[in-house]
């Protein structure tokens, strides 16, 4: 993992190393005040309840472009642009870029300062109720269209926003996105530390912390660190079941009570009694003792297939 220069006081890779201190931007002025000034211009503030923390980082802002390997090809979806400091870089190495923004005012003004880039559809809308592939038309891009998605996500909507993308008929070709520290740690966990996030991320794509970023490289300041999280998706999830509604259903009724043993917190997630989820477990070959996070998403298909009785 490389280092990058960073004007935040500590930047980690996912090796825990820490990144030298870096710089102010290219240009002489910082991001935090070209941020502050454009919300001030504005009469505009960062919104809590949208969970508003706008990226000032110069090097993890060059750290999601070169992560992303954008070439004029490519069509980029920006969810949560905020005031456009991600987006302008984007603009600038996409051939076409998608901001969609649910904060009205931010979006007016986005249109406005970026006015410059004619490759750039701002969309005031909330990315949870229109599909991609409606996304992509609605911005006129035909929905067959392979895109990327980039963007330093809100907080409270990551996982439904990567949800919706993973889980949608028109799939992104890469993911590229900031998310709180501890989520991203989540759906990167391996069997041991497994969680119904980790589940569902690793069913859809292959994800991967790129570098662990503190919370000073962020304006408003949040609470807690972030990282930037890169998600391949699979074109086929890497187990094969017939009904997906019905395995995650298995797998949410197995996270249930995740603290206790399998075979206690399945009869209870799924109301049945012990002894039938022994013989299933029995069948599946799967411990009875083990615990919803150990197990493996193999492991999860075989005991859904014996649930079922569907086999592949």
């Known amino acids: ?21 870096g710089r102010q931007s290219r240009d002489g002025e910082s991001l935090l005040d070209r941020t502050r000034k454009l919300l001030r211009s504005s009469g505009l503030r960062a919104r809590k309840e949208l969970g508003q923390h706008f990226l000032i980082d110069e090097e993890v802002l060059s750290l999601i472009i070169s992560t992303a390997q954008l070439t004029q090809d490519d069509i980029v979806v920006e969810v949560g642009p905020g005031p456009g400091v991600l987006t302008g870089e984007l603009c600038k190495r996409a051939g076409r870029v998608i901001a969609i923004e649910l904060d009205d005012r931010l979006a007016a003004v986005l249109e406005r300062s970026l006015a410059t880039f004619n490759n750039l559809s701002v969309l005031n809308e909330d990315v949870l109720k229109i599909e991609p592939a409606d996304l992509l038309r609605e911005a006129g891009i035909e929905s067959a269209k392979v895109y990327k998605v980039v963007a330093n996500l809100p907080y409270y909507i ?83 079941v017939a009904d997906r509604e019905s395995f995650f259903s298995l797998v949410r009724a197995g996270f ?46 075989r005991l859904w297939q014996e649930y079922t009785g569907v086999r592949e």
């Open 1 to 21: 993992m490389r280092y990058v220069r960073s004007i935040c006081p500590y930047l980690y890779s996912e090796r825990g190393r820490m990144k030298t201190p």
């Open 256 to 301: 249930s009570a995740a603290r206790k043993q399998l075979a206690n917190s399945l009869s209870q997630g799924l109301d049945t009694p012990k002894a039938d989820v022994l013989d299933l477990l029995e069948q599946a070959e799967i411990e009875p003792r083990r615990r919803a996070e150990t197990l493996t998403l193999e492991e999860w298909a």
């Open 158 to 240: 990551t996982s439904p926003v990567l949800r919706h993308f993973l889980e949608a008929s028109a799939k992104p070709q890469l993911m590229v996105v900031m998310v709180q520290k501890e989520v991203a740690e989540e759906i990167t966990a391996r069997p041991g530390k497994m969680s119904l996030l980790g589940i569902g991320a690793q069913f859809y794509g292959r994800p991967e912390i790129v570098a662990r970023v503190p919370s000073s490289c962020f304006y408003p300041e949040p609470e807690v660190d972030s990282a930037l999280l890169k998600v391949v998706p699979y074109s086929e999830p890497p187990v094969m």
